[in-house]
């Protein structure tokens, strides 16, 4: 009778420890989000995690017109020294910590910019989709993706194509 109760209590013990597993996996989830900031002559491309657990990016990819491309600055038809982005050889599985973001673009206009240079800047980026795939600590694959269409809605007199 003994022996039976003490397979029990350890079999019983592994359960607790699967689930215990399972509730650290869900609670250590990251939860990624594209963020694009465009406010106060500043324009933005923000991977954040709002989770509770790091997010491990193993790759980004930029789409524009069927085209794939690992770096924003190929995208661009803009000088790569008057903005700051990561280009692909930077990225070295990057870790986004909880309630922080990793800046994939980002271009300070200034007090002086006209409206006509920021609305070149947001053509520009209104075409690309952005695609990140990466991973949480448990080796659990997440990939989020979003287009860049939200940077049109303030273009006064270009016709954006997508």
Known sequence: MSIIISLLALLLTFYQLRLQRIHNEKSLKPLGQIDLPDH?????????NNGLGPLIIDRLSFTKRDNIYSSIADCLDLDPKSYMHISASDLVKRVILPNSHLAV???????????AHIDHVRTQLSPITLKVEGRDIYDNRIVIERSFQWFSRYIQNETVKP
Request: a positive charge; proline letters at 0%.
């Open 105 to 115: 673009f980002e271009k300070n206009f200034g007090e002086h910019a006209d409206e």
């Open 40 to 48: 106060k002559k500043k324009l933005g491309v923000h991977i954040r």
